[in-house]
């Protein structure tokens, strides 16, 4: 009975202590589609007989420019804000509900999303808007040689904010970026330049995440231990490199 006990304290103590649950967002974007409509239709007609002929002709053209507001979810560069978040064991992260063409009411609603139950079973939401994305393509000259350099940039902004599902108070708020580039180096004979976009994208992913995971651990007072770095051992700061004293 007393072990039995022992696991049920163990247990409370364990829940008690367990990582608030987290949603994380898509990046959340609008943007501005203009069509051009160009209609052009001609029509003739023309009767003849023995004593008579007639005929009659029509032509018609019509243009037109509409624009509306296009809203939805990026579905790129989210799964290394999770990896990274996961990493720094503040949080467990939940599944929300993302959202779709066919979904009704404003994208940037993330209060009335919540309240709609999009986002069940999560403490907080990390709600992600799209600020800027940029790709760049440059071709640079080598001096004192027939070459150049081929190169593909990458750089993403987004805005983010943790808002707390019971209060919708906003606990942390910043504005991160991910930059990534491919570089190559060819002679100027050579015709086509493959550069590799997915691996650009890659490194974008993987420093927006990064960014997103610092910034969060120092709003909310956790720990952040950069990619590659030995982990932390009794609060004691990391090892230096010796110097010389003079």
């Not at 019509?62 to 989210?78: H, P």
């Not at 600020?131 to 150049?148: K, V, W």
Request: charged share 20%; with cysteine; net charge negative.
């Amino acid at each position: 009975m007393r072990t039995l006990i022992g696991m049920m304290a163990l247990a409370c103590a364990f829940s008690a202590q367990a990582a608030p649950k987290v949603a994380v967002t898509d990046l959340a974007y609008q943007e501005r589609v203009e069509q051009y409509i160009h209609i052009v239709s001609a029509q003739s007609n023309h009767r003849e007989s023995y004593y008579s002929a007639s005929g009659s002709s029509s032509y018609n053209e019509i243009e037109a420019t509409t624009s509306y507001i296009e809203q939805g979810e990026l579905r790129k560069f989210t799964g290394d804000i999770k990896g990274e978040i996961l990493r720094t064991g503040m949080f467990q992260l939940v599944q929300g509900t993302p959202y779709t063409a066919s979904s009704k009411g404003d994208v940037y609603d993330v209060i009335k999303r919540i309240k709609a139950g999009n986002f069940k079973g999560a403490d907080y939401v990390l709600f992600g808007t799209l600020s800027d994305i940029d790709f760049t393509q440059d071709i640079n000259a080598l001096d004192h040689t027939n070459g150049y350099s081929a190169v593909l940039g990458l750089t993403l902004v987004a805005d983010f904010s943790l808002i707390n599902t019971r209060t919708y108070e906003i606990t942390s708020a910043f504005t991160a970026m991910g930059e990534g580039q491919d570089t190559k180096l060819v002679n100027s004979r050579d015709v086509r330049v493959s550069l590799n976009r997915p691996r650009v994208v890659r490194e974008v992913s993987k420093a927006l995440g990064e960014d997103v995971a610092r910034q969060l651990a120092e709003q909310l007072g956790g720990g952040y231990q950069d990619p590659g770095q030995p982990p932390l051992r009794n609060n004691l700061p990391r090892d230096e490199a010796p110097k010389i004293l003079r």
